[in-house]
């Protein structure tokens, strides 16, 4: 028997078998045989509502990720949502964050951005990022797909302000983790430079704007096989054979060892990365210009971040290539000057609203651009 009790009753289900991920059978499908509940039937939206809202009133809970979301008539989201941010509001939990999970794997803004208009979902899972990153950092695509992504903020609902509140990523429990993707779209296993790549889509993940969310493991170096179940490798000592022969990234250690190490070089990087966007303000709310990138083939990323209610102003740069850099770029006439944030900064403006940068391969700085405000 589930509870509560308007569960079992079965008029309260679609029934119409498995959904086969096309049309009507997208929203009215069993989910691969897992019961599909009538979400546009009014006892259904108030008893979702009242569950998840009980939880709020219990337990505190300040945000819900919505798993399935596109799968999920948007009417339903549209009363919904409302209905939980008010329960919060009233529980007073000011920030309450809810984010759906909308699927696909293209480096682009566009689903996420027609399914939150049409739902009146706040945020989404940022898949086109996470697309753009393994593509980017792997070498497969060189800086400009990243950018010209970047610009795409644009069409999401409010604008390029509510990218910022978009929960980014580089690897998941469902489409396997990071590492692989940069060792199978590199296509080279070496030690050394997988390692310099991986580190590369971490910098982009806290540098550029978002939330950045690190999945479990990828702080110790793990590499999954696939996708799904071969993505979800034990942090404590493992049994399972198809984890356990896996060569951990930056790591002699295997998953047959417990995995809680914060002298793993991703553990250390995260860290580092974590601590400078605490420290910055336009790192965690800063508006973004792309400033330079290069046009085809890997090379210079360089973005600046703007936040209008501090003034602060940091210039996250990188390089994707195996080759150091070094270039001229344009910045804010309101740059007075350079301070470092993290990794390697100019000294000082070349020239006004100028800066040059110097890069090695696969590094990444983020650096103030001093103003007078």
Request: charged fraction near 20%; hydrophobic fraction near 40%; aromatic fraction near 10%.
């Amino acid at each position: 028997m589930k509870v509560p009790a308007w569960l079992n009753d079965v008029t309260l289900y679609h029934n119409r078998g498995n959904s086969h991920w096309v049309g009507e059978s997208s929203l009215y499908g069993d989910f691969s045989g897992l019961d599909d509940l009538a979400t546009e039937n009014p006892r259904v939206v108030s008893g979702m509502i009242a569950i998840f809202g009980q939880w709020i009133d219990d337990y505190g809970i300040d945000g819900y990720r919505i798993d399935t979301a596109k799968h999920v008539n948007p009417e339903f989201w549209q009363t919904f949502t409302p209905a939980i941010l008010k329960r919060a509001h009233d529980k007073g939990i000011k920030h309450f964050h809810i984010f759906g999970e909308i699927a696909y794997e293209e480096p682009t803004a566009t689903l996420a951005a027609q399914v939150m208009a049409q739902s009146g979902l706040p945020y989404a899972l940022d898949m086109g990022f996470a697309k753009a990153a393994q593509l980017v950092a792997s070498g497969k695509a060189g800086p400009r797909l990243m950018a010209e992504f970047l610009e795409q903020d644009a069409i999401y609902p409010g604008g390029a302000k509510t990218a910022l509140g978009l929960p980014t990523f580089l690897g998941n429990h469902d489409f396997g983790r990071f590492s692989m993707f940069v060792r199978e779209m590199s296509g080279n296993a070496e030690e050394a430079k997988l390692l310099a790549r991986v580190r590369l889509g971490h910098a982009m993940m806290f540098l550029l704007r978002g939330v950045p969310t690190v999945y479990y493991g990828d702080e110790q170096g793990f590499i999954s096989d696939g996708n799904d179940q071969l993505a979800r490798e034990d942090m404590f000592p493992s049994k399972v054979a198809f984890y356990n022969d896996n060569d951990l990234i930056g790591s002699d250690a295997t998953t047959a060892e417990d995995n809680f190490d914060p002298a793993h070089p991703l553990y250390r990087l995260i860290a580092e990365l974590s601590a400078a966007r605490t420290a910055s303000p336009a790192l965690r709310r800063g508006l973004t210009t792309v400033r330079a990138f290069t046009e085809a083939g890997p090379g210079l990323l360089a973005v600046e971040r703007h936040d209008p209610e501090t003034g602060q102003r940091v210039l996250a740069l990188f390089n994707t290539g195996e080759s150091p850099l070094s270039q001229s770029i344009e910045v804010s006439y309101a740059a007075r000057g350079v301070a470092p944030l993290i990794g390697p900064c100019p000294a000082a403006l070349a020239a006004p609203g100028a800066v040059t940068v110097t890069l090695p391969a696969f590094g990444f700085a983020a650096c103030i651009l001093e103003t007078d405000n």
